[in-house]
């Protein structure tokens, strides 16, 4: 019981931290100096560079060459494609509807959970995904956001293909992950997605005007490769090897909950009893999934 109530604790702290990081997102992007391909490489390089630090400090695991391999497939699906579809398709969009998109990533793990690893769709996990994707609704559309973006079409399907490069990942290594500690899976998974993301990124790195970034900006910088990323992910691991995929994907309707209270208490939002209502079918979505039936081998 203690392991699941960490991970359900786990998952909600990972949620928040990622419900506050698209508007830090956006604030970021607004000057127009750090473009989206700069910010992915902060995330991915800066989140790589810690878990590097972190694992000095560890106990050293030997990783085979086949599951480097696999570590490397993990890192593309888990951490470049979702995190750089995601920063790609904020900079082209408004917080409002990238938040709106990320609601459908808990209905691609149960479908991908079901084809992939047999896990049953029960009417109790069906209806708590309704349920949490009908408040996760309710609140974006309530938010009074009206900022778009760019291309808010593009900007939404590329978002779309974030959630479900995650669910893919989720599905896959759900079993692989359990292999190795947190922080030699993390270590390996983001210096995979830097290699990859670093050359095709060369070009805006080189002309980047470094000296216009300003102070808040670096700050917004820093939540984002630190919280967003690095202690997010740490938190999505624990997650991940305690409850099911289908429960991890749950906690993906936290994010517009976050925003929503964010929004109240810089004012820019007001509380109603619909906004109360919402947050009520996203807890009792997440605990109609957790009490749905698994596998026997799940846990």
Not at 212 to 225: D, L, N, R
Not at 251 to 258: A, R, T
Not at 259 to 276: E, N
Request: hydrophobic share 55%.
């Amino acid at each position: 019981m203690e392991r699941k109530i960490g991970g359900h604790l786990a998952m909600l702290g990972a949620n928040v931290m990622w419900g506050l990081m698209s508007p830090v997102a956006k604030m970021v992007f607004a000057a127009g100096t750090v473009l989206p391909a700069i910010m992915v490489d902060f995330r991915v390089a800066g989140a790589a560079v810690l878990f590097w630090i972190t694992s000095i400090f560890l106990p050293k695991e030997d990783v085979p060459v086949k599951d480097m391999f696999r570590l490397f497939g993990a890192g593309m699906l888990g951490i470049l494609l979702n995190q750089g579809c995601f920063i790609f398709g904020v900079s082209l969009t408004s917080p409002g509807e990238a938040s709106l998109v990320t609601t459908t990533m808990p209905m691609w793990v149960m479908f991908l959970a079901w084809l992939i690893l047999r896990e049953p769709i029960t009417l109790k996990k069906a209806g708590g995904i309704v349920l949490g994707a009908a408040g996760a609704i309710i609140l974006i559309l309530g938010s009074g956001i009206t900022t778009t973006g760019e291309n808010p079409a593009l900007g939404d399907f590329i978002v779309l293909c974030a959630q479900l490069s995650y669910a893919l990942y989720l599905t896959l290594y759900r079993n692989f992950i359990r292999k190795y500690s947190l922080v030699t899976l993390m270590k390996w998974m983001f210096l995979s997605a830097t290699v990859v993301a670093l050359p095709g990124s060369i070009h805006w790195l080189q002309t980047a005007s470094w000296t216009m970034i300003t102070g808040m900006e670096w700050s917004g910088i820093a939540y984002v490769v630190v919280c967003g990323t690095f202690l997010a992910y740490i938190c999505i691991m624990i997650g991940q090897k305690r409850l099911r995929p289908t429960v991890v994907g749950m906690y993906n309707y936290v994010q517009p909950i976050v925003a929503t209270i964010t929004g109240i208490l810089l004012g820019l939002d007001y509380f109603t009893p619909l906004k109360a209502l919402a947050i009520v079918l996203i807890f009792s979505g997440v605990w109609l999934v957790t009490i749905s039936r698994a596998r026997k081998d799940a846990s």
